[in-house]
C-alpha cells in the first residue's frame, strides 16, 4: 500500500496568494482528518470527513480555510487568501473507523510558506 | 472534551540509558491511547496503540507503554535507547466510542547522544 499521499510536499507562495493542498488517503478508509502542526501550538485537527462527509470542523481556523472531499480518494485543503501565519506543516491522516483498527495513518505533509 | 499532557518538552539521553517520557489525559470515559513518533524531517508514525485488554503494550523498536486507569496516564518507555530513538514523541487520545478524532499532546523532543 502507498499510504496517505500528500501533494505538494513543499510550497512557497506569497500573502494574498491561493493555496490548494491535496491527499489522497489509503484506499479503504472512510474517515481523512487534516491537521496544521506549528512550534506554537503543536498539533491541531482542522478538520475530520467520515464516508466524505464533513463531521467535524471546529478546528478550521477562519473561513480563509476551506476543506472538501468530493470522493472516497481525495480531499483538498484551501486557503484563500493565504497570510504568513499560515505557514505551517499541514498534514492529512486516513483511518479505517473500526473499532479494532482505530488507528489514523499520516501522509508525509505539506510544509507551507507564505511570504 | 478530552485533553492530553506531556510532561516534559525536551529530553536529552545518552546511549544505552532507560527512557521513560510521561503522558496523563483528561476524559471522563473509556479512551484508546496512542504514542506517535516523529523523526527530524518526516510524518508522523505509530508506535503502539492501546485499545483494551493488557495494560502493558509493546510497540515496534523496543517500545512499551502502561496504561494506568487510576491515575489517567499511558507513559512510554524503553530500557536502552538509541542514536536513531531521536525524534519528537507525541501521546494522542480519543474517545472509546463515537467517531475518533484525536487530541495530541505538545510533544517531547527526545535527544540521544551517542
Known amino acids: 500500500d502507498a499510504g496517505v499521499i500528500q501533494s505538494p510536499r513543499h510550497e512557497v507562495t506569497e500573502m494574498g496568494q491561493e493555496v490548494t493542498l491535496r491527499c489522497k488517503p489509503i484506499?479503504?478508509?472512510?474517515?481523512l482528518f487534516w491537521y496544521r502542526q506549528t512550534m506554537m501550538r503543536g498539533l491541531e485537527l482542522l478538520i475530520y470527513f467520515n464516508n466524505n462527509v464533513p463531521i467535524d470542523d471546529s478546528g478550521m481556523p477562519e473561513d480563509r480555510f476551506s476543506a472538501k472531499m468530493p470522493n472516497a480518494s481525495f480531499s483538498t485543503l484551501k486557503i484563500q487568501p493565504s497570510e504568513p501565519r499560515d505557514s505551517a506543516v499541514y498534514f492529512c491522516a486516513s483511518s479505517a473507523e473500526d473499532r479494532e483498527s482505530d488507528t489514523q495513518y499520516f501522509g508525509p505533509g505539506t510544509r507551507l510558506t507564505v511570504l | 472534551a478530552q485533553s492530553v499532557s506531556q510532561h516534559n518538552h525536551h529530553v536529552i539521553l545518552s546511549e544505552a540509558a532507560s527512557l521513560e517520557l510521561g503522558c496523563n489525559y483528561s476524559?471522563?470515559?473509556?479512551?484508546?491511547l496512542f504514542w506517535y513518533v516523529q523523526y527530524p524531517g518526516q510524518h508522523l508514525q505509530l508506535l503502539l496503540k492501546y485499545f483494551s485488554g493488557d495494560p502493558l503494550v509493546k510497540g515496534i523498536k523496543g517500545f512499551e507503554a502502561e496504561f494506568i486507569k487510576s491515575k489517567f496516564s499511558f507513559n512510554l518507555r524503553k530500557p536502552s535507547v538509541q542514536w536513531s530513538d531521536t525524534a519528537e514523541y507525541f501521546c494522542?487520545?480519543?474517545?472509546?466510542?463515537?467517531?475518533?478524532?484525536?487530541?495530541f499532546g505538545k510533544g517531547t523532543m527526545l535527544l540521544v547522544s551517542p
Open positions: 484506499s479503504g478508509h472512510n474517515s
Open positions: 476524559y471522563g470515559g473509556t479512551v484508546n
Open positions: 494522542a487520545v480519543t474517545p472509546n466510542s463515537g467517531y475518533s478524532t484525536l487530541t
